[in-house]
């Protein structure tokens, strides 16, 4: 079974560039411009931009790769008794990026958040969904042949020296 992870351009598609922005950005750097964002996501060339700017990029960049693996790994779990040769139902992927957000929201844990509602949501699919496997007799723990499958590296040691 295998099940793709979103990368940054994808999130910031869905979401909107401006709002990943807002929130990827660690709260001790300033705030960048989100087409900044948006290229380094995409491998763009970011010699036009500031190095300080680009390094707050990179930060940003570096937080939603946690958010996305944050969110693997509790999908990971819930996903765990799905036999070897039973694919995720096709919205476990969407659910994946809005998990992803959730964890890159500092406010998520107020009560009235629409990202932690929409969370929440996920949270009682991904349940049910694990007590149907389990029901069923599925794999066990360890044995489920889950592979998650991550969006190629954008940035490596030789284009972040540059920085």
Do not use: C
């Amino acid at each position: 079974m295998n099940l793709s992870l979103p990368s940054a351009s994808q999130l910031m598609v869905r979401f909107g560039a401006r709002d990943i922005t807002e929130v990827a950005v660690p709260d001790n750097k300033r705030s960048i411009e989100p087409e900044l964002l948006v290229a380094a996501a995409s491998g763009a060339s970011l010699d036009e931009w500031a190095a300080e700017d680009v390094a707050i990029a990179v930060a940003a960049l570096a937080r939603i790769a946690d958010a996305v693996t944050r969110a693997r790994s509790e999908v990971s779990f819930y996903l765990r008794f799905r036999p070897v040769d039973e694919d995720a139902p096709a919205w476990v992927t969407d659910d994946l990026a809005e998990i992803a957000r959730y964890h890159l929201y500092d406010d998520a844990g107020k009560e009235e958040s629409t990202v932690r509602v929409l969370y929440k949501d996920v949270l009682k699919r991904l349940e049910t969904l694990a007590a149907e496997d389990k029901e069923r007799g599925a794999a066990e723990a360890g044995r489920s042949g889950l592979q998650i499958i991550a969006a190629p590296r954008l940035m490596d040691r030789g284009s972040l020296r540059r920085l």
